[in-house]
């Protein structure tokens, strides 16, 4: 979970990055010798950034799906194994109380296995 929440924190800081980037982009600058020009001095180089922000956005956006891909199979096969020992725990009539108890159940119900 905590690799998410990075993913997601990063993806918002190059968000703003790159809005930021945008916006100088827009905006035409003042060159010191030849005064104001339609085009902007720092346009190419803000281009530039910004294609490298949206890149590592698209990147993140990546990994995130992936990482969320991950969880989710992760949750399955937690559900998948709480399930299967809660019939062996009815089966052999085990209380399990805690995780422990769950991995230690788990442990000895695949041993046979």
Do not use: W, Y
């Amino acid at each position: 979970m905590q690799v998410v929440k990075s993913l997601q924190d990063s993806l918002a800081a190059l968000r703003t990055n790159a809005s930021k980037a945008s916006g100088a982009a827009d905006k035409p600058r003042e060159h010191p010798a030849e005064g104001s020009r339609p085009e902007s001095c720092g346009g190419k180089r803000a281009a530039e950034e910004l294609e490298v922000a949206n890149n590592r956005c698209a990147d993140l956006q990546r990994q995130f799906r992936e990482a969320n891909t991950k969880q989710q199979q992760h949750n399955s096969i937690m559900e998948s194994l709480q399930e299967l020992l809660s019939d062996a725990a009815r089966d052999r009539k085990i209380k399990i109380n805690d995780k422990d108890s769950l991995v230690d159940q788990l442990r000895t119900f695949l041993k046979p296995l």
